[in-house]
């Protein structure tokens, strides 16, 4: 009975879903070899559907991705960027209304763990020359079930253990690391652990959210 009704009624939810996020410094390849900033993003999904899907990447319009890549059930899915336009128009449900260009992996059908993982741009946040940040778009919507957990997780220890001297009363950002200030986080609600910072949600019919991570660019 339980088949012919999954047969006859389609369906799609999210049981949990994580995301794990790491700020790190490259140096340029050619002079002046300025250190450069990148992050990291790896988030897994566990879902249930009987319906054909997409892996989804959404992008923040000033922050693109380098690259992203995708496997369900460990098996690779390809990945292609398109205009928030052009997702639209092919009916793909997670269309967040932060993004001009989502990432999305070709179709496929069944449930389990889904895997993405991209490479995105940092760029000085608008009106500054020493900030930094990281926008990150979590965005699922149209759910058969609440979403049982939905977390975030920003890993800043690279960055802070490559500052010189960080700690120290002679280091020029001593006072923007004692007073807390080297990072601005939004949105409030967040935990930090160590060099961690972590958002949680429980039991949500969607989500739509902006994470957004400034940074003091010590390095430029």
Not at 8 to 34: C, D, G, M, N, Q
Not at 114 to 119: C, F, N, P, T, W
Not at 167 to 178: D, E, S
Not at 187 to 204: A, K, L, N
Request: hydrophobic letters at 35%.
């Amino acid at each position: 009975m339980t088949i012919l009704l999954s047969f006859f009624f389609l369906y799609y939810y999210i049981e949990s879903t994580h995301t794990y996020a790491k700020l790190f410094l490259t140096r340029e390849k050619t002079y002046p070899y300025v250190l450069s900033p990148h992050v990291f993003f790896d988030q897994k999904v566990i879902y249930n559907c009987n319906e054909m899907s997409n892996a989804h990447i959404p992008e923040d319009p000033r922050y693109p991705a380098v690259w992203a890549r995708a496997w369900i059930n460990g098996h690779p899915l390809s990945m292609k960027k398109y205009t928030r336009a052009q997702a639209a128009s092919m009916r793909v449900r997670n269309v967040s209304r932060h993004s001009k260009y989502v990432w999305l992996s070709n179709h496929y059908e069944g449930s389990g763990e889904l895997h993405k993982q991209a490479e995105f741009v940092v760029l000085p946040a608008e009106g500054t020359q020493k900030i930094d940040e990281y926008i990150c778009i979590l965005h699922w919507d149209d759910l058969d079930r609440p979403i049982e957990e939905v977390t975030f997780t920003m890993d800043l220890g690279a960055i802070t253990m490559a500052i010189p001297g960080i700690g120290r009363q002679n280091n020029p950002y001593y006072v923007q690391w004692l007073y807390g200030t080297f990072f601005r986080l939004e949105p409030p609600g967040y935990q930090r652990v160590g060099s961690t910072v972590s958002w949680r949600w429980t039991h949500i019919p969607r989500i739509d959210q902006k994470i957004r991570i400034q940074w003091y660019a010590w390095y430029r």
